[in-house]
């Protein structure tokens, strides 16, 4: 510039460069302008400190920014409120919120003329580090100092309170704002509408939608993902694509994020074939899908079985040039195993290498398990070795996958070997290995060694879970031991996790086939329906075999009229059902009881 044009740069036209290159984090160039800057002999003023403060508060150099500051006085500069505020905002980006307050201290006791920048810099730095009460007090100390709340001061306190799940309490900011004569923008309501989603309140969220629609502030995309994400999760699709046709009429073409979020929903609800129309849809539209509604879909398919399917949705996914990441293929291993399709399963775990995609734990788990469920443990063992070859560590999930093997085949040596491996390699065993090891013990006749393996996960301070508990009462009912399996599931209920589904199931079934009193099987019909489980027929007709032979069918008729209303059996099929034990028709009655109960509940083995 000097040589070209006889002009020499002043100190205006360096803080421009310096500070386009702050901006651009060139940090060195700007170390390597100022140098140049004081070699030329042109002075500094007080914009030109605040952007190499800014440029060093950017690379987290708090102690030079300060000295800097300390440095100003030589040069007769005396810092202004941009400075004070610009290290303090460092100090905040840092989590030192205290360090913030020490120099807005430092800005007072210079008696620096100060606007609201410096209020509200601290109040978002109470904000963002969650101290919301301590911000709202900090508010109200600096209002008696003559500072006025303003639309940066509210959308940040509204900003910080949805983020603490405070949403309710940023409706009555919203509140004051209004009444403070301050417009909400996009941010206000965008914040508050995914604040009140998040923390479930969708009525308040469209609320607050309904309040921006009539203050005339337009929705954009963010404002109806916010809500579509959330009803769908809450399984209400339908509501949910109303909304997108909302956003569709108004103008608003729906994103990714949006049909993701449609998707994800039609999927849970197990809506799958509107899943792929909507699918189908947005490509139409020329919305692009990503990697996570490819992997959606993929997974929708493979949880039912269309296997080959979600493998053209992956040559489709590959052909439209989006990355099929390690969540692709663990779905789809995953899903070949469970349909028992291993040496599928295995094409695609070696396809894994040849796209360059990284196996993960998950991976090898999905594969090791499959393995063993199809008997092929000497191969799942070694994959394991492979698998520790290339630096993955075997966890719970791996081992107990073994263990299950062993523990079906009825081979224990080996499965207490597995356990012992675990503890070898500092792989703590958790409730589920215990618990397998429990299934497998009392599968083989040996209760006792399961019992004191039971009173272990306890002395380890764990919680047995009903998987743990089960096996064992199912095994003392089996060799009549009646009292002691009752006497272990009053056990659970006390110090276990609470019983489960099969839990109620063993015990009532032994109840009923165990020549007990039959007082105490028709106790625990009541006990288990008052808790919510129905009871397996096949048991149930023993128990009212039982009673019809000792002349108590009015008891028998209470009971039945019990499960109609806890298995919420529709009025006609409970009408039926009562008409014939009235009549006394009690074999026709109860078959409609079984049938209705083994339609809706087919039995499954425990084992």
Known sequence: MEQQFALKPGTFTYNILLNVLVDGNKLKLVESVHSMMFSRGVKPDVSTFNILIKGLCKAHQIRPAILLIEDMPNYGLAPDETTFTTIMQGYIEEGNLDGAMRIREQMRSAQCPSS??????????????????????????????????????????????????????????????????????????????????????????????????????????????????????????????????????????????????????????????????????????????????????????????????????????????????????????????????????????????????????????SLIDGLCKSKRVEEAAQLMDQMIMEGLKPDKFTYNSLLSHFCRAGDIKKAADIVQTMTSNSCEADVVTYGTLIQGLCKAGRIEIASRLLRTIQMKGMTPAPQAYNPVIQALFKWKRTKEAVRLFREMEEKGDPPDAISYKIVFRGLCSGGGPIGEAVDFVVEMTEKGFV?????????????????????????????????????????????????????????????????????????
């Open 116 to 365: 609201n920048v410096a209020g509200n810099v601290l109040i978002h730095g109470y904000c963002k580090e969650g101290r919301i009460e301590e911000a709202l007090n900090f508010v109200q100390e600096i209002s008696l100092e003559g500072f006025s709340p303003d639309q940066f001061t509210f959308n940040t306190l509204v900003n910080g309170l949805c983020k603490s799940g405070h949403a309710k309490h940023a409706l009555e900011i919203l509140n004051i704002m209004l009444e403070e004569g301050f417009d909400p923008d996009i941010f206000t309501y965008n914040t508050l509408i995914s604040g009140l989603c998040k923390s479930g309140e969708v009525e308040e969220a469209v609320e607050v939608l309904n309040q921006m629609l009539s203050r005339d502030c337009s929705p954009n995309t963010v404002t109806y993902n916010a809500l579509i994400s959330t009803l769908c999760k809450e399984n209400q699709v339908e509501q949910a694509t109303e909304f997108a046709r909302a956003l569709t009429n108004k103008g608003i073409l729906p994103d990714v994020c949006t049909f993701n979020s449609l998707i994800q929903g039609l999927c849970l609800s197990r809506n799958h074939k509107h899943a792929m129309e909507l699918f189908n849809e947005m490509t139409n539209k020329g919305c692009r899908p990503d990697e996570f509604t490819y992997n959606m879909l993929i997974d929708s398919l493979c949880s039912r079985g269309k296997l080959d399917e979600a493998l053209d949705l992956l040559k489709e996914m590959e052909s439209s040039g989006c990355a099929r990441n390690v969540i692709t293929y663990n779905t789809l291993i995953d899903g070949f195993c469970k349909n028992n399709k291993i040496d599928e399963a295995e094409e695609i775990f070696d396809q894994m290498e040849l796209q360059g995609v990284s196996r993960n734990l998950v991976t090898y788990n």
């Open 535 to 607: 009871p397996e027929f096949s048991s149930f007709f023993m128990l009212a075999e039982g009673l019809r032979a000792l002349s108590m069918e009015e008891t028998l008729i209470k009971l039945v009229e019990r499960i109609t209303k806890k298995a919420k059996f529709s009025d006609n099929e409970a009408s039926m059902i009562m008409g014939f034990l009235k009549i006394r028709k009690f074999e026709d009655g109860l078959a409609t009881l079984g049938s209705i109960l083994n339609s809706r509940k087919p039995k499954r083995g425990y084992w």
